[in-house]
């Protein structure tokens, strides 16, 4: 049984995809992944692109079903919910921000119309709703006035995340999946966001999986760190202890590729992704027979899978 | 295809770590990492001079990012291209390839210098708050929080005469309404802001 301290359990989670009809094709997007994530805390789960990162997110936000493992809210495995009162109260505390903000939005509709939807359909008290709405958009840095009488497509991609990031104040969001949430907007926009990210959890209490592919941006904001490759999770623990002592293959293999003001790459280090394969294949063989341990207090690393 | 040529490309495919055999698949079957090198064969397969490179790691995992950028400069030093322009929104890994970098701002020049100098010393109002905005590892929220550029980047449409920058620049301040002129740091450093002198280069990172 998952633990009741923590907000959301995950446990032995695995993800296959079929692809073709005729001469199918098996990809195991997610394989047997386990992790807590405490209430109020930031947690970064970093990957790259085929990682399964994104699959992750969406298994816990039910649009896609788990071939295998289990996913627990509050104590509760979410594969059990089915009807839809109880889908609907789960939506109302588990929500997700995704990257592209234009897609999100019914362009038809104002932002005015979008919010009262939004408001209505979680049955909230009527009376309240114009307050109640014209607060949580100051809260995240927007003036009603200019922004509820707008379309989607007059507004920024900055000004439109921050509408997203309303709406999960709105309905009292316990669990917000932000994935690759600010990879599409720029240098001097993105950090403003994350900030406000970060004081309305700790302001709410809300739990965030920060999804992203940046070290940097996972370095600043999150208290814990998961690092992803190929499916599986291969390192995780307390954000400085990963950062400063990473032990698996592909976690070092990301450092070194980080860009940073003040260091340059070792030009004479022949450096190659690809290499990254035989590496981790290396590792995993030199520490056969040994699986997830603990190398500190807080850090744990997939020393064979 | 003349026999010499495919050779040429065969040898360029494995200059950017490419089996020659992905002559034989499709696009969709290759990786965004293998995607973005085949381009790279194609547009410098005629060693052009210059070349324009508009992005070309914004997509790209990590360790992809560093392997395209740090073959841009790798076909420059074989001498395969002249010079390239790499335009990007991400500093930290320009300055990790980069000689020179120039700073725009809503269509106009802001700063323009040695990498090492505009990273170093940024001497615009904007290129500092740029940098300084840069989350890095090292930098944690909790222990230390970033600061955004205040409000947004104006509407180019009217925009009429003045310095682009001045209505979200700390600095801001009478001779701002004038369009600044380029003027002369040093002979390789060049700004565009009246008020240079007086800001100095203290630097915020």
Known sequence: MPDKNYILTVEGLSKVFKSGIFRPRYIVAVKDVSFSLPAGTICSLIGESGSGKTTIGKLILKLIQPTAGHIYYRGREIGEIRNKEELKKYYQKVQGIFQDPFATFNHLYRIDRIFDLIYDSFGYDRRNKEEKIHRVLTDVNLDPGRTLGRFPHQLSGGQLQRLLIARTLLMDVEILIADELISMLDASTRIGILNLLVDLCKKNGMSILFITHDLNLGYYISDYTMIMYKGRLVE???????????????????FRSVPDLNRKWDKGEEFLPEQVVHEVKEFYRRHQGRHFEEVEKDHRVLFCD | MDRGFLTKIEERLRFVNLDPSVLDRYPMELSGGMKQRVV?????ILDPDFLIADEITSALDVSSQRFVATLLVNLREEGIIGSALFITHD???LYQIAERIMIMY???LVEIGPAEEIIKRPRHPYTKALIASLPKVGVAYRERRLSGIKGTPPSLLNIGAGCRFRERCPYQGGQCEKTPVREEINEEHHISCWRWKEIGSDNIA
């Open chain 1, 236 to 254: 995780m623990g307390n954000t400085k202890k990963v950062y400063q002592n990473p032990v698996h293959p592909y976690t070092r293999m990301l």
């Open chain 2, 40 to 44: 790279m064969v194609l547009s410098t």
């Open chain 2, 91 to 93: 500093l930290s890994t």
């Open chain 2, 106 to 108: 809503a269509g106009h």
